[in-house]
T-cell receptor, first 110, second 112 residues
Framework: DTAVSQTPKYLVTQMGNDKSIKCEQN?????MYWYKQDSKKFLKIMFSYNNKELIINETVPNRFSPKSPDKAHLNLHINSLELGDSAVYFC?????????FGQGTRLTVV | GENVEQHPSTLSVQEGDSAVIKCTYS??????FPWYKQELGKRPQLIIDIRSNVGEKKDQRIAVTLNKTAKHFSLHITETQPEDSAVYFCAATYSGNTPLVFGKGTRLSVIA
C-alpha cells in the first residue's frame, strides 16, 4: 500500500519534447513537494504546494509547471526538455515535519 | 533562506567501527532536523530525527546530537554493518509546511 507513488519510474525522451510526471499520496498530507536530484546526488527543492496552493517556487525555469488538481495529487509538466533536465525527480509529501518520498522518476533527455 | 552544510562527502569505515557525519545549518529558526538514508536506486527514507528542544536522541545503533547554540548536528552510527552502506542526508526546516533543506549527502561505505 504505497504512501507516495509517482509515475513513470523511467522516462527517456528527446530534447525539445514535453513530458509529465504524476504523483499521488494517500497519507492525507496537506503539503506536497517536487525535488530534483542531480548526478551528484544533491536533493534540491523545486516546488512546494500546500492544499493545492503554490507556496514555494525555487527559481525553477518556467518550462517546469506543477499542477495540483487536489491535495492528494501534484503533477509536474516540463516543456521543451533540455539535456540539463536529466535527473531523478522525487515527489514528496509531509504534514508538518517528516517528508515521505515517492520512488523517483529517472528522466533522461537525449 | 536556510543553508545546510554536510561533511564529509565520502566516508569509508571497517565493519564494526563507528561512523560520524556532521552538519551545520544557518537559520536559527530551524527546529526540525531529520536524517535520511538513500540506498542505490531507492528513495530517501527517514532513519532518525531530532527537534530543537532535545539535545540527543538514540535508536539502537543510531544516534543524533544537536547543538543549537553552534547550529550543528551530527549522526552517529555504531557497530557499522555492510548494509549501512548508502548515501546519508541531513536536513533542516522549521515546523509547519516549509520544505526540508538538505545537505549534499555523505556516501558511507562499510568494508567487510
Amino acid at each position: 500500500d504505497t504512501a507516495v507513488s509517482q509515475t513513470p519510474k523511467y522516462l527517456v525522451t528527446q530534447m525539445g519534447n514535453d513530458k509529465s510526471i504524476k504523483c499521488e499520496q494517500n497519507l492525507g498530507h496537506d503539503t506536497m513537494y517536487w525535488y530534483k536530484q542531480d548526478s551528484k546526488k544533491f536533493l534540491k527543492i523545486m516546488f512546494s504546494y500546500n492544499n493545492k496552493e503554490l507556496i514555494i517556487n525555487e527559481t525553477v525555469p518556467n518550462r517546469f509547471s506543477p499542477k495540483s488538481p487536489d491535495k492528494a495529487h501534484l503533477n509536474l509538466h516540463i516543456n521543451s526538455l533540455e539535456l540539463g533536465d536529466s535527473a531523478v525527480y522525487f515527489c514528496a509529501s509531509s504534514q508538518n515535519t517528516e517528508a515521505f518520498f515517492g520512488q523517483g522518476t529517472r528522466l533522461t533527455v537525449v | 533562506g536556510e543553508n545546510v552544510e554536510q561533511h564529509p562527502s565520502t566516508l569509508s569505515v571497517q565493519e564494526g567501527d563507528s561512523a560520524v557525519i556532521k552538519c551545520t545549518y544557518s537559520d536559527s529558526a530551524s527546529n526540525y532536523f531529520p536524517w535520511y538514508k538513500q540506498e542505490l536506486g531507492k528513495r530517501p527514507q527517514l532513519i532518525i530525527d531530532i527537534r530543537s528542544n532535545v539535545g540527543e536522541k538514540k535508536d539502537q545503533r543510531i544516534a543524533v546530537t544537536l547543538n543549537k547554540t553552534a547550529k550543528h548536528f551530527s549522526l552517529h552510527i555504531t557497530e557499522t554493518q555492510p548494509e549501512d552502506s548508502a548515501v546519508y542526508f541531513c536536513a533542516a526546516t522549521y515546523s509547519g509546511n516549509t520544505p526540508l533543506v538538505f545537505g549534499k549527502g555523505t556516501r558511507l561505505s562499510v568494508i567487510a
